[in-house]
């Protein structure tokens, strides 16, 4: 299997094409996940999200402050400004309701944007540098007003930048590190930690900070490939230097690329996520459920047990007497027919000689415990090795009931498979049959001959026999006549046999292939379509990185 | 006023002691209640046993507040000396720095701290201070240090006197009012220093009204006060920058009355005292309603339990009884075996042993002949492997439903995530029913040596080995004739009628019915046990029946003698 994530990359196309072939693919991830029970409503939601902010057309893009209550976050801003955006106030928390610092320029068409966010509060600026980006001011959370930090929850999945603020007293706290940046730096693309409340930090605690935030991000941070999100350090007031985050806003970065790129990393992460609880890695190979070893085994040891169950040797005795029998209807002649019509007559012969309803009727010989129990157990400890999330999907496939009807269907396709059942035949027969037919004759009228030479003595040849002495001819013919019919019965006897064991052979191995063919078809169908999902699930997340990388 | 309190509160403590290890041992179920149960284990040992022991026992003082408020500093303001770090490096304190006088060491270690980590405490020794009060610094209580919290938390349980250290911008955050939601629980006395405060008097003013609201809002006041009748303390507010010139400590006015406070605790016996017997009356106040909690949450944990526990034993039930139901009939078995024991008991020979005349005879002329030899151990062994894969496929189904069941209720949920080989049959399934079903067929034997081998069958000169009755017998026991008679069709009805006529013949009906009767039951105990011991894997992850409902019922009833205590002071 080749590695879809790393797979030669098509030509470069439209980026905006790319990201919704993206997007496409992480919704068939989504659906294959709710096929194996894992939950994809978040996914859903980020995929949802991601189409209505694609659906805004700005050139601005909108940048959150991010951080708990008295770390700056309006000074900041308004220290940015210039001017009193934000009320900042000694209270907290200050800020309950988001406000949005927009480009003067772009307030026309970010209106219907920041109504979708919900942002109400709208300034304007005309500050050169800041012309794509509309800065949302937003309430803490980690205050005691918890209503504040549910909205940032709200927010942040729609919003496409991200300043996560803290200072010296905050910027190791579990709210901010557990609660925040685990969760979302893997799912933001363009974000920044600002370190406010830098003037309190001597010179040489500086690079301490931001080395010990770094080692902190780059602990938490999973994904390989993640560029280190940068630490910035500011001061807010009383003396503003905001100098490293103004530099870092200006930096050049294209609002339709910044919106395209949060999309990207949000569906890259939460296929990563889809991945994962799918017990798959989309930069690896996809290894199925049941491996191809023990599957192969645990189909070749049902279909042993199916086969016992269908009973082949059993098989194999009716294929030979139906030969046998078929042979005796031609080549015995006149008493061969008498005898095959009265077994017939008897029902002797569809209890022994006939291989087709000894097939019809293996459901009366044994059930299928064994076959069942050989699946059961292998799909057991596939579920063992599988990831939490799917197990319950996996645990769904071990239900005895249709395993063991898939198990009864597939043998019943495979006997319904083969043709009728018509045992061979051989010129021969009919050659044996014509001599013995003549045998008869030859006895019948030899012994009509012993009864008149017996009635009326005519006198008759003798035939002269060592040790016996001359016996006389009518017994003589009677005698050579009775034995060749008898060695003309051995005759088809052996050449039936020889035949029909040769037909039975082969009736016993296209049987095994048949019962072997539908128990690997459907033996075990209920798996197969989650191991089918689970592939969805991995070429889609694989597609999904791989289209959202380039886009 | 006495030195130590009745000994009525002694007994209540060891009980309640007891009490909230059982409910440990319960494992409690989510993280709220497991935290509830510890906050109680913590301040019975840490605080109520101590001070039911003695109110002259070392006073505990402790400092908490979030990381970065400058807890370390105003430790080393009131030790005057450099003993805990500062740093703008977050969190710099994850030891409880504990500065105490050397003769209150080894009673600390003993009572109050006992529960505390040794590694979790770095002790500062200092003969110039008073015995008889020792101040802490708490490590942080909301850093991603998560060990740090657990350390405060137990600290707090154990304290007489709880200061709060905050921040004029740090003072609105939810976590630290968490615990001071637990010191008000607790009635621990509190008081309040705010760190850092704006420069700006109007500020300085605003952020004080501000705290001093939320502290009242949260019913805070009364563990402020410095008694029962006065109203609540000044709130402590240090200025920005308000450090002593060595810049590891505050300057001494600026926590003054915090510097006040323990110089009087410090100089007299009395004030310790009335403060020790204060935080006990809080303390004894608050535990009716923590146990009462805690009795909530178990007998919850029991609806929970019972819930699942039934969800197992209906799966291993019903799966049992299907498994009854097929031995039962017989019908797991594969026709060769049987039809392998139908050759040996249609045999002429076995014939004679239930018809008489000619076919006796023929039957003891083909005995010399051409003697019969039973297929014992092929019809054993078959019978072993079909009956284990029968039993295998009912027990995985009752894990299966079991775990699916299990799996979706968040009380053992995440048990089952944990532990994948719940899902299927344990791993010593087939060995231990194999050693069973062995150990059955042998004791059917052992019954038929025990018995003296019949009669009969001594009479009419059989050969017939007893591992051969012993095999008849056990296929009696699958295979009921249920009045078909060996003409009807089908391997199995034909063995089974053949064989319970060799084994009346040999037997006689009564005791070949007794013989059947017995084996029967024998095998049903030897599924019945292997059952017991799938679901005893389930079962082993709950409290014992009954066990939870009974902790509640004396929880409350602890609950209630708590409440019926009098005064200690």
Redesign the interface.
Known sequence: MDHPASAEPAPLDDADDALRRCLDALLEAADAADLLGIPTDPVRDAHADAARRLGFPSDAYVLALVG????GKSSLLNALAGVDVSPAS????TTSEPIAWVPASERESLGPLLRWLGVGDVREHSAGGLRSIAIVDLPDM?????SHRERVEALLPLVDAVAWVT?????????L??GFLRTWVPRLDRQAIVVNKAD???GA?RP??RH?LEA?LGERLTVADQTLVPVLMTTAAPAPDVEEFRSWLADGAASKAVVRARVAATAVDHARDLARDAGVDPERDATPFLSEAARAAAIDDATCAVL??V?LPGLERQAVAATRARARARGTGPMGRLTSLIYRASGRDTKVADPTGHLMRWR????L??A??TL??AL??A????S?HV??AL??T???APIRQGLERAVDRAIAGLDRLEPPTSRWWAVLGLLQTLAAITIAVSAAWVVVWILARPIVDTVEVPVLGSIPMPFAALLVSVLIGYLLARLLGLHAGRVGRGWAGRLRARVADAVHDEVTNRGLAPLDRLEEARKVVWTSTAAVIRDCRRG | MSGTAPSALRELVERLETLAERRLATRPRSEAALARAMRLADHLAGHVRVRAASLDAPLLVVLVG????GKSTVFNTIAGRAASETG????TTRVAVVLLHPDDHVGLLDGTLTRVLPSQLRFVEDAAVEPGLVLVDAPDI???E?ANRELTDRLVEAADLAVFIT?????????P?AVLDRVRERGLPLQVIVNRM?PDAA?RA??VA?IRR?LSEAGLDGVQAADEAAPPREIIAVAEGALDPAGDRLERAAIGPVLDEIARLRADRQARLDLAARALTGSLTGLGESIDQIADDAEHESIDVEALRRLADRAYETSLDALRH?VGRG??????ALRQWQTFVGADQMTRFFSEGIGRIRGAISAVLRPATAPVAEVRAATT??LI??A??QA??AA?RT??AW??TPAAGRR??EE??L???SAGFDARLQDRIERWMEGITEEIQAHGRPKRLLARGATVGVNAMGTGVMLATFMHTGGITGAEL??AAATAFLNQKVLAALFGEAAMAELVAHARQHLDDALSTTFEEERGRFESLLPASGVLAELATDLRAAAADVRALPSPS
Not at chain 1, 383 to 386: D, E, K, S, Y
Not at chain 2, 331 to 336: I, M, P, S
């Open positions: 708990g209550t008295g770390v000694v209270r907290r928390p980690d205050s005691i007003t918890t200072d010296l007293e905050k910027y190791h706290d579990a709210v590190h557990d309190r930090l001597s605690d301490r900070i010990d902190d016992r169950a009973d009366d010989r044994g059930p415990t064994q069942v129990d059961a157990t057991g400890s579920l063992t090795n599988a939490p197990r319950p645990a769904a071990l239900e005895p | 979030p990381t970065g408020a703008v490096l977050r969190p909301d850093s991603v998560h921040t004029a911008t740090r003072y609105a955050d939810r976590v009012w704006p500020d605003e952020v501000d939320l097929e019908t797991f078995l594969r026709e060769e492997e079909d894969a029968v295998r496929l995985a189904e299966r775990a699916t799996s979706e089952i995530a994948p080989e899902w299927v049959p089908g391997v």
